[in-house]
């Protein structure tokens, strides 16, 4: 789990081009969007993207990407039980 | 090499690999602390900073941004990202399209960057010709100014596509110091390097 926490933090900031962080400056529950990272809903398809390129999840509710989206913590535990690749 | 002229003097320069590496190299130095800057295409990139330069004068008013309009120009319109996400979008089965690279394939939203920036609820236009067209910007900020549709207008052209890649900014106001014309917007334009 603590890998795949690493490789989240790692791609989030390639993808989302957080030029400004370091994976060290990502705490597991920090939240993602509002006052966490401050990402935005482009951010947010982009993480959609992300899951299904990565780890074959493809999500269709956004309510359901609103929690699954809310920290580190909460989106590798989503992956880990719902991954195809 | 890379080169930032402002009022006609070197303002900045570097010796950076891409044009791109330059534009980051500027933004740090200008420490201008607007995260989202990354996100931006290059062509974005290059609105955005030139604008800066313009309007983060510390002898304007806080408040004088947000009274000016925007029109900027440019030949290639946002062409090179419209290849890059053509690109993504023609991988067949393996393709994923990036909305982040989607969102500027249209020139204007590097005109929107610099708006949402400085809050401006002004009259903004993007315009493309075939080449600097500096009869038609007179007129147009000429003409907005007299309307009273805004204070002062910030003018552009900038370009991005292969090897062509610079701007050229300039403000209008309706008490301003020089002359503004047709003659004199043309013969910055064409000093500009």
Redesign the interface.
Same mark, same amino acid.
């Given at each position: 789990m603590n890998t795949l926490k690493k490789e989240l933090k790692e791609n989030i900031i390639e993808t /989302?081009? /957080?030029?400004?962080f370091t994976p060290q400056d990502i705490a597991d529950d920090d939240a993602l969007f509002g006052d966490g990272l401050?990402l935005d809903s482009?951010?947010a /398809?982009?993480l959609i993207?992300l899951l299904?390129?990565d780890y074959g999840i493809k999500l269709k509710d956004p309510e359901e990407s609103k929690a699954i989206f809310e920290s580190v913590n909460v989106l590798a535990a989503y992956i880990e039980k719902n991954r195809i690749k | 090499m890379g080169k930032v002229i402002l009022n006609g003097s070197v303002y900045f320069e570097a010796d950076s690999e891409t044009f791109e590496d330059f534009l980051k190299v500027f933004y740090k130095q200008e420490n201008l602390k607007y995260p989202k800057f990354f996100k931006m295409d290059t062509l974005s990139k290059l609105a955005f900073l030139g604008s800066e330069m313009l309007l983060k004068n510390n002898a304007r008013a806080p408040e004088a941004n947000q009274h000016s309009a925007l029109l900027f120009s440019n030949r290639s319109s946002s062409l090179e990202t419209d290849r890059k996400h053509q690109k993504s979008i023609a991988e067949g089965a393996k393709r994923f399209p990036s909305p982040a690279l989607f969102v500027y394939t249209l020139p204007n939203i590097g005109m929107g960057e610099v708006a949402i920036r400085h809050k401006m609820q002004t009259e903004n236009a993007f315009f493309v010709f075939p080449e600097f067209n500096a009869v038609f910007l007179h007129e147009y900020s000429t003409a907005i100014l007299k309307n009273k549709k805004c204070k002062e207008v910030l003018c552009s052209w900038v370009e991005v596509d292969k090897d062509k890649r610079h701007g050229f900014f300039y403000l209008v106001a309706g008490d301003g110091d020089m002359l503004h014309s047709t003659n004199i917007i043309n013969e910055l334009y064409t000093q500009r390097t």
């Open positions: /989302l081009n /957080l030029e400004e401050g482009i951010d /398809l982009e993207v299904d390129k | -």
